[in-house]
């Protein structure tokens, strides 16, 4: 998981309640995702960002807003928690010469 | 719509006995084919990019193969350290998107 960085690692949230994951890449590269991961369901795409200050949505956008702050950093808001929200969410980047992604270690979210 | 599809969902083997998974996959043009490595509680770990079929990529007891459907992820002579979910995804030059298969989670048994 080298070059993207995650926090926080874990965290417990009642319903209605908000917080933004944090994620940093160090690789230089224009592009970020942003990740759900559910038993038997593979990863899905929440939003992604081609480049500082675009952002677009994904497969699963509802419920989560988006913010690229800059090149380094991209985080994901959740307004107010829901128990579907209970998951494993990952956030990738490229590497600076290639399309393959890398991801951070992720964030295990449960909504109570 | 682009679609990945893995099989099988899950498989054991003894440790030494050789297998493949599968990866089927409908895209609006390849761009690459990318195979990963996932742990418990980690993130995924990149193994290989293929990019067209006939190609071939091998890392110490893994081999990835790709045609215009479908990739496979040849396992020979597997240790117990190779158990994991192997995902696969691909990426279609009309979207900067990955779609991702839901795995098969490996158990390799001494």
């Known amino acids: 998981n080298a070059g993207v960085t995650q926090t926080p690692k874990f965290q417990v949230l009642k319903t209605g309640q908000s917080m933004t994951l944090q994620c940093a890449q160090d690789?230089?590269?224009?592009?970020m995702y942003w990740y759900r991961q559910d038993p038997g369901m593979g990863l899905r795409l929440i939003y992604y960002?081609?480049?500082?200050?675009?952002?677009d949505k994904g497969e699963v956008p509802n419920g989560y807003n988006v913010s690229r702050l800059n090149k380094r950093e991209f985080s994901l808001r959740l307004e107010s928690a829901a128990p579907s929200q209970t998951s494993v969410y990952f956030c990738a980047s490229p590497g600076s010469s290639s399309y393959e992604q890398y991801f951070g270690p992720g964030t295990r979210l449960t909504v109570t | 719509e682009d679609q990945v599809t893995q099989s099988p969902e899950a498989l054991r083997l003894q440790e030494g006995e050789s297998s493949s998974l599968n990866c089927s996959y409908t895209?609006?043009?390849?761009?690459?084919l990318f195979w990963y490595r996932q742990d418990p509680g980690k993130g995924p770990e990149f193994l290989f990019t293929l990019y067209s079929a006939g190609e071939e990529k091998e890392k110490e007891r893994l081999k990835a193969t790709l045609t215009k459907k479908e990739s496979f992820l040849h396992i020979t002579a597997p240790k117990p350290e190779d158990s994991a979910t192997y995902l696969c995804?691909?990426?279609?030059?009309?979207?900067?998107?990955?779609?991702f298969g839901s795995g098969t989670k490996l158990n390799v048994k001494p």
């Open positions: 690789m230089n590269h224009n592009s």
């Open positions: 995804a691909v990426q279609s030059y009309n979207f900067n998107k990955f779609y």
């Open positions: 895209v609006s043009g390849l761009r690459g």
């Open positions: 960002s081609a480049s500082e200050g675009t952002t």
